[in-house]
């Protein structure tokens, strides 16, 4: 693979390396993850009942989406009560169609999102089998199934069209958080395959005869199962029709584009033929061209005149797109004419590179989960003589492809400075045999500290400092930033709950500042998750991609397992070159294992703190910073200290004091309707002749609630059994981050001249 997927940052003590390399450490408390919804969309103006699965979701009340016009409320049974984990969604007539985000508010808070559809066309939901021609189920033209694959089979389909009719059969997998790898066929009404699509595209299926057609769908392993979703859509087209695909999710990359202040349509198109020197198509610059890397093998050139000194920046994007393409670009200087003719080099433009170093075995240890980088181009153009020079541009994959869908965008500007970011949660990295890449939604626990890492894409040669802010947090929910300097490529957004934190949600605004040329400019940033929880990413790629909004909630039923912070809420000020001590303050829930945590320092200007050990039974520690060492210069800073423990964690133990408690009245239930059953039996039995059917009838209705009684008695009792087995005490590594600590360093005094 061209770019390395990989586990970042946090170095683990030693003490924890004593656990065998061939049993993976559990790490990371339980997050709520949302993993399948059914159906996966539903049409503009209608209602639709979805059903949900996911981890760690007990007692989920709210199902929310990234849109205000797509609601939920919880389904309820015939006595009102509601169903657990279904939910009515109603979608608006004015939604705009195309990806939303759904996501569970649990009692441990916001869950992980998956990706929910709106169309416009008229949704069904497959409800039996279809695996077979036999039993293949009939669909209309112009309308979109949702089903999930079958493992090990074919899932069939039936249609009927007219001849000459245009219809376009898409199937939506990858782009809307799926496992499955589809392939498309379009067969005749006995089987016979007419066209086959296995590179996951669309077919464009123009109909030879009338009659009834047949739409094959399976994995590309015949894999299958709930994670393994899709939506087939059948749409008539007019001949000649440009039919969009099915909306698909963005790659973590593509948060670098577009540009600011980009229009949405080029200027220009690429003009075919233009393959060969001869044929280049003449431009000026600056200049902003739309094209396509079509047919295979194709090359396209463009001819410009620049003078000598000038400075331009080229911008591709494809693979920003979200095409598999890899853009490569050569710019020469044309020295003669005609046969005279020769070309000298003036630079080659290749990957925008991660913002961040990726692993080097591909899934741990030296490397974040999340590449930032793309296989896109933002280049320095200089121009060293006045002249003529020519650009070609090609697709490295595209040698054998024949697609016209596999466009780009080039753009060649003045400098135009500016940057884009994106960020996600911090991973773990233990030596011990973790290789999870988890998606961990912010879903704070009280007292808690969680890290987003954020990273940059400078572009045009902007290399200055970036500030990094958040806005509309929940109640008792703070965050503090830890800038990018100036050069650098990353900093830390840290996001704090108190201790006393309620129950709430919000959806932040998450951005960053910068000054450029005089100005401050304002910039979102974009948040990145994982797609899928993967407890082994050595046996499963881990994929992760963009959110569309950025959820912070707290979950109000747990807490930090420890929280460490300032002995005093204040801005720490020193003078430059010092030595000063910050006295820390543990606030332990749980207890550990080992007897210290090492911690370290986040924060520019602090990294090179040396690492110091706080003791995981103790109420106290404290860190000596040392200025001269570090050469920090005057300013003002946030920094926050980080390690990693394996604490006893307990999972859900209220639920087992509210399990104890249910059981207790079930048990007093069932008594009591075990002790009214035989008395209204006796009674029956001595009942007069003319009472006889009314007591019977009594009696019997008392030990049918006698037997409910029971029923639900034993119902509470492995509920029981289920929770106490789920909070047994567990040795999980959880990541800690101290609250985040401003430090204002003041200039040194000069001596006085005397």
Known sequence: MKRHISLAAVTVAATLLTTSATMAQSVCLPAPRLLTTVPMGGQVGTTVEVTITGDNIENADQLRFSHPGITATQKLDKEGAAIPNRFVVSIAADCPTGIHEARLMTRLGVSSSRVFNVDNLPETTRVKPNTSLKNAMAVDVNSICNASMTRRSVDYYSFEAQKGQRIVIDCAAKGIDSKLKAVLIVADSTGADLQVERRGGAIDFTVPETASYIVKVHDLTFNGGTTHFYRLALRQAAQGEVVPRLPSIET????????????????????????????????????????????????????????????????????????????????????????????????????????????????????????????????????????????????????????????????????????ALVGWALHMNLRNGDRNALSKPIALRGGATMPIEVVVVRRDGFNGEIKLFMDNLPEGVSAAGLRIPAGKSSGIMLITADQIAPRGLSNASFFGQATIDGKVVTHPCRLASMQWPVPDASREIPSPRLLADVPVSVGGSE?????????EEKVWEVTAGEKFTIPLVHTRRCEFSGANISLKTYGAGFERVAAFDAPLAGDASEVVIDLAKLKTPPGEYVIAFYGSAVAKYRYNIGAVSLAETALKEAKQAAAKMASKAKTLAEAAKAAPKDQQAASNKAAQDAATKHKSATAAALAAERQLKSVTAKAKSKDIVDIIVSKPITIRVKPAKTAEKK
């Not at 020519?390 to 400075?417: E, H, M, S, V």
């Not at 807490?559 to 002995?567: E, G, S």
């Open 252 to 419: 973590v990359s593509s948060f670098s584009w577009p540009p600011t202040g980009l229009t949405s349509e080029a200027v220009l198109s690429e003009t075919e033929p233009n393959n060969r020197h001869a044929e280049a198509q003449k431009i000026t610059l600056p200049c902003d061209i739309s094209g396509s890397f079509f047919p295979a093998a194709d090359v396209d050139t463009f001819e410009f005149t620049a003078k000598k000194g000038e400075v331009w920046w080229v911008e591709v994007a494809s693979e920003r797109l979200g095409l598999s393409t890899d853009p490569s670009i050569v710019v020469q200087r044309v020295n003669g004419e005609g046969a005279n003719e020769t070309l000298s080099d003036v630079v080659e433009f290749s990957d925008i590179p991660s913002p961040m170093k990726l692993s080097t075995n591909g899934y741990s240890y030296n490397g974040p989960p999340y590449n930032a980088g793309s296989s896109d181009i933002i280049g320095k153009l200089e121009i060293r003589e006045d002249g003529i020079h020519r650009l070609q541009l090609r697709d490295l994959f595209g040698g054998t492809r024949n697609d016209p869908r596999n466009i780009y965008r080039l753009i060649i500007r003045k400098a135009a400075p500016d940057f």
């Open 559 to 567: 807490f930090a397992t420890i929280t460490i912070a300032p002995v």
